[in-house]
């Protein structure tokens, strides 16, 4: 019953079924490697308050050695503000374009 033909055709069947369906795709889970929006926010508001506080504690210092009360206060408070600002949009940049290119990746295993 080796030479059966239908027996042959069955396993040539299998052969083609199982090549086929191949592996099943794995599911790749992405949890915790992305930051919700009010977090970014919060990192944002974050880095400003932070450039600020450095500003006012740079100018109070040099202030403080000088003698000249609120001069490099006000200069310095608004460098760090500045500086923060500038940090905000760099942060705000990288979302950008960490959205864009995860839009693209979308798009591109939709096809």
């Given at each position: 019953?080796?030479d059966d033909?239908?027996?042959?055709r ?5 052969a ?11 599911v ?6 992305s ?10 508001v ?8 450095l500003g006012?504690a ?8 000088f003698?000249t009360?609120?001069?490099?206060l ?5 460098f ?11 942060t705000?940049k ?12 979308a ?5």
């Open positions: 019953m080796s033909p239908d027996l042959a069955l396993r040539a069947l299998e083609k079924l199982a090549k086929a369906q191949g592996k099943p795709a794995e790749v889970v992405k949890a915790g490697t930051f919700s929006q009010g977090e970014l926010a919060w990192r944002m974050i880095e400003l308050v932070t450039g600020m506080i006012l740079i100018g109070y210092g040099l202030d403080v050695l003698g009360m609120p001069i490099f006000v200069i310095f408070a608004l760090g503000f500045a500086a923060g600002i500038r940090t905000m949009m760099q705000a990288q979302m950008a374009t960490g959205a864009t290119a995860a839009q693209v990746s798009d591109s295993e939709g096809e």
